[in-house]
């Protein structure tokens, strides 16, 4: 994997993947945080591969450009949590302590969003294993183990050994989407696919699940707007 950038004003950078089973060169935009990825079939070099991605600029420009802007937290700014929006601004004591308005943060302010990003995942693990012993104990299943990552490909996932695996910015979300996603990975449990059996487990733990997947599918990509420096 290499990079290359399309100059121009912003330059952007472009993540350059090869694949023995591509057809064609193809250009992807993430949709949750925006990253440029140009993918080669063998044979095709880098500079083949400047060159599309130069043919493609206007649109390239085009799709970046409607992304929502990144939220860089430190006092001043807002951040959801559970959902509602809170202001973060600096605060006494030792502890981010939380109000119904406020996210109060200690410390030097330049720390405040590493400060936030520690305790969001302390408050999402939290809630996960909560919701996740919860719904083992319905199945009448055990997981093996419980892990907080900052995933940009999934929401969360089963291994085939029982771990559970959660992105911490489900914290961000409604409760009700932390649930979905909570009942999601626990079904694994019992069905480690997606087939009709599954999802026929995900709708016995969490009925009426449709509209927190609908969340995920339309806001998802908006928690990751948020950048926690240092």
């Not at 290359?4 to 912003?10: E, H, R």
């Not at 559970?164 to 480690?192: Q, T």
Request: hydrophobic letters at 35%; charged letters at 25%.
């Amino acid at each position: 994997m290499g990079q290359l950038t399309l100059p121009g004003n912003p330059p952007i950078d472009v993540i350059v993947r090869r694949s023995s089973r591509a057809r064609r060169i193809s250009l992807r935009v993430s949709g949750i945080d925006g990253r440029v990825s140009l993918t080669l079939p063998r044979g095709i070099s880098e500079a083949e591969g400047l060159s599309f991605v130069q043919h493609k600029a206007g649109w390239l420009r085009k799709h970046l450009d409607r992304r929502p802007e990144t939220i860089v937290i430190a006092p001043g700014s807002e951040l959801p949590i559970e959902g509602e929006l809170r202001q973060v601004l600096s605060g006494p004591g030792r502890r981010v302590t939380l109000d119904t308005e406020t996210l109060w943060v200690p410390g030097a302010p330049e720390r405040a969003g590493a400060r936030l990003r520690s305790w969001l995942k302390t408050m999402a693990r939290e809630r996960l294993a909560a919701a996740s012993d919860d719904y083992a104990a319905r199945l009448g299943r055990s997981y093996n183990g419980l892990t907080m990552r900052d995933t940009r490909s999934r929401w969360g996932s089963c291994s085939s050994q029982g771990r559970l695996n959660y992105s911490w910015r489900l914290i961000m979300a409604p409760p009700d989407v932390l649930d979905y996603v909570a009942a999601h990975e626990v079904a694994h449990l019992m069905e480690m696919n997606h087939s009709q059996a599954f999802w026929d487990t995900v709708a016995r733990l969490k009925p009426g699940f449709d509209a927190p997947r609908a969340w995920l599918r339309r806001h998802g990509a908006d928690l990751h707007r948020y950048r926690f420096e240092n």
